[in-house]
């Protein structure tokens, strides 16, 4: 993508903005998740009651795992973008590489590089994968194909 997406947040609010949107979705998923989860491992009169207090205990920190990934993800991007003094796909995977190598520098530096290397490889599948689309939707419906000209009818010699 060369030309600059103006539908975003500037860089500054970005970061709220996804730190906050990531926070949500992992929060949503996780509680849905962790209800389906608590209500199986429930005796079977206490299925509700598994699935609320599993949902209310593991939820709010999925939510926060995500929001960390997230919010991190955006200030290497917001960081990456000022100083390429441009927005493309590589901005995307030089930033899920380093959020992936700094959320594992905790479990030492072959942790932190093969969690770099793979979330690199996540984001770069998520772009290449996001260009093919925006190809294959930019194309637009296949034109039909040209009618051919009518024959001649024959005429009469005079």
């Known amino acids: 993508m060369s030309h600059a997406d103006h539908t975003r947040d500037p860089c500054p609010w970005v970061i709220l903005n996804d730190f906050g949107g990531a ?13 389906i989860k608590g209500a199986r491992n429930a005796p079977r009169g206490d299925r509700f009651v598994g699935a609320i207090s599993s949902m209310k205990a593991r939820a709010p920190v999925t939510g926060g ?12 991007d917001c960081a990456i973008k000022g100083i ?16 992936g190598g700094c959320l594992a520098a905790r479990s030492g530096p072959r942790a932190a590089l093969g969690s ?19 190809r294959v939707f930019a194309a637009g419906p296949p034109q039909p194909m040209a009618s051919l000209p009518a024959p ?6 005079s």
């Open 23 to 35: 926070f949500a979705m992992g929060a949503v998923g996780g509680g849905v998740w962790y209800s």
């Open 65 to 76: 795992n995500f929001g960390i990934w997230g919010g991190m993800f955006s200030c290497f």
């Open 84 to 99: 390429r003094q441009k927005e493309d796909a590589w901005n995307a995977i030089a930033s899920g590489f380093m959020t």
């Open 116 to 134: 770099a290397v793979a979330c690199g490889i996540l984001l770069g599948v998520f772009e290449g994968v996001g260009v093919l689309i925006g």
């Open 152 to 157: 001649m009818a024959s005429q009469p010699a």
